[in-house]
């Protein structure tokens, strides 16, 4: 049995998975390409991304 919290899981972006991907472009309002960038910098933690986001796109969720 997994023992994850629900929140820990969720406060992960997982670029392999395609609606988790369409979730967060849709929560940060970027495109693909800009969340995959985002990750790529900034790691796969939510706040983590959502900061490196509102620096470089001051409009980003």
């Known amino acids: 049995m997994d023992d994850t919290p629900d929140t820990a899981v969720a406060q992960r972006i997982d670029l392999t998975q395609q609606m988790d991907v369409a979730y967060w472009c849709r929560i940060f309002d970027v495109s693909i ?19 490196y986001l509102n620096q470089k796109l001051p409009h980003a969720g």
């Open 33 to 51: 390409d800009q969340l995959r960038e985002a990750v790529h910098h900034a790691g796969h933690q939510v706040h983590e991304v959502r900061k």
